[in-house]
């Protein structure tokens, strides 16, 4: 496809289940990032890969939370033993290169995530 | 999590009026963007700005970079129905995007 692409596009969740979302990235892009939007506010920055290394993941909110991006393709955000304040959206976005300040990132329509 | 401060929060406005919406900051930014995020969708790229004092235009959109790089504003011009959305600022950190709390638009006829 010509644009970033993610699934599920919705996940309802029992509190304590684990949950795992995609994100396909547009093809060849090196960057991906991965932001959480609460109800109401601007998307929040998560974690960042380059190619399949994982640079910074400094906005990851718990322990809970993990990605990975294997083979520097597709990328997957878990998220174990949900809580309810993990409702959210979380957005996927990839960029062509990275490590630059002008390089354009593209996003997913996002994973809505509801924690029952 | 950090995020700038925008305003206004919401506005309601007449199709043909013009719309000015802001974000600041307390940090300093290389980059300043503008995204628009419509219902059940990801951000899209309004406009990029890398340059203090930079005044970028495209289309009916105009945005400027603050000359003290913590703030920038945007301006639609003659405003339609489809202008409907969030639109948010978001200043660039090396690689990840701080974004602003957005402001909801509503156009009517």
């Known amino acids: 496809g010509a644009g970033v692409s993610q699934s599920p596009r919705y996940k309802v969740a029992k509190r304590g289940q684990d949950v795992a979302l995609r994100c396909d990235p547009i093809?060849?892009?090196?960057?991906l990032f991965w932001y959480q939007q609460a109800l109401g506010q601007g998307p929040e920055f998560l974690t960042y890969f380059q190619n399949e290394a994982q640079l910074d993941k400094s906005g990851l909110p718990s322990d809970r939370f993990f990605a990975e991006r294997p083979e520097g393709s597709v990328s997957t955000l878990k998220i174990q033993r949900t809580q309810q304040e993990d409702s959210a959206v979380y957005l996927c976005?990839?960029?062509?290169?990275?490590?630059?300040?002008?390089?354009?990132?593209?996003f997913g329509p996002g994973t809505r995530l509801l924690v029952l | 999590g950090q995020q700038l401060n925008q305003s206004p929060q919401s506005m309601f406005i007449q199709e043909g009026e013009d719309v000015s919406m802001n974000c600041t900051s307390s940090?300093?930014?290389?980059?300043w963007l503008w995204y628009k995020q419509d219902p059940g969708e990801g951000p899209v790229l309004l406009i990029a700005l890398y340059k203090a004092g930079e005044l970028t235009s495209n289309g009916r959109l105009t945005a400027q970079f603050g000359i003290t790089r913590k703030d920038s504003f945007l301006n639609i011009s003659a405003s339609i129905p489809s202008d409907v959305g969030i639109y948010f600022c978001a200043g660039q950190y090396t690689d990840k995007l701080i974004f602003g709390t957005g402001t909801r638009l509503q156009v009517f006829p």
């Open positions: 093809s060849g892009h090196v960057s």
């Open positions: 976005a990839s960029s062509l290169v990275g490590g630059v300040n002008q390089e354009t990132q593209y």
């Open positions: 940090s300093i930014f290389n980059t």
